[in-house]
C-alpha cells in the first residue's frame, strides 16, 4: 500500500508537490512576522506588535517562533524572553505563564515580566540567599515549596544577568 503512495507521488509534476513558496523562501524575503501579544496580569508589554521572532523558556527547553510556527501551547518557566524586532533584540525576565502559538500569532501571557536590563544584580542575590535560608528553615512542606519556588526564580534571574 506505501509503496503505490509512493509511485502516485513520483508520477506527479513537480508544480504539483509545491502549491506555495516554502517557508524558508517566505522567511528569506522577509515577506511575513509574526504578531505578538506579551502581557501580565496588570499590564501590556506588547500588544498585536509585528515582530521577525520570538524566543521563550518552555518547561520543555527554550523555543523559537517565526511566522506560520505550528499550533502550540507551552509552560513558561523562569528565564529570559527574547523579542526580535528589525533586527534589535528586547530581553524580558518572566517569572512563569504560558505561550500560546498559532499560525497567525502568539501571545505570551506571564505571572511577572521585567526589562533583563531593569533587574538589579544585588538585590537579585540577596533575594536568592534568603529564599535558600528560608527552604533550609522551612518548618512545614507549603512553606518549604513557596522558599524552593522563589530559589528556582532567582536562580534563574542571577543566570540570566550573568549571560
Not at 513558496?21 to 509585528?50: C, I, M, N, W, Y
Not at 511577572?112 to 528553615?137: H, I, T, W
Request: net charge neutral.
Amino acid at each position: 500500500m506505501w509503496r503505490t503512495t509512493i509511485v502516485s507521488l513520483l508520477r506527479r509534476k513537480p508544480s504539483q508537490w509545491l502549491l506555495k513558496r516554502s517557508f524558508a523562501d517566505q522567511v528569506a524575503q522577509g515577506s511575513e512576522k509574526l504578531k505578538l501579544g506579551f502581557a501580565t496580569p496588570t499590564h501590556a508589554l506588547r500588544k498585536d506588535a509585528l515582530v521577525d521572532m520570538v524566543v521563550f523558556p518552555a518547561a520543555t527547553g527554550m523555543m523559537g517562533v517565526l511566522p506560520q510556527h505550528v499550533p502550540t501551547v507551552a509552560q513558561l518557566k523562569p528565564g529570559v524572553v527574547t523579542v526580535v524586532e528589525d533586527g534589535k533584540e528586547d530581553k524580558y525576565f518572566v517569572s512563569s505563564g504560558f505561550a500560546f502559538v498559532t499560525k497567525e500569532r502568539t501571545d505570551i501571557l506571564a505571572v511577572e515580566a521585567v526589562r533583563l536590563e531593569d533587574l538589579d544584580k544585588e538585590a537579585v542575590q540577596r533575594g536568592l540567599s534568603e529564599c535558600e535560608s528560608a527552604v533550609n528553615s522551612a518548618s512545614d512542606p507549603v512553606s518549604q515549596a513557596v522558599a524552593q519556588i522563589g530559589v528556582e526564580v532567582h536562580s534563574a534571574m542571577k543566570s540570566a544577568l550573568e549571560n
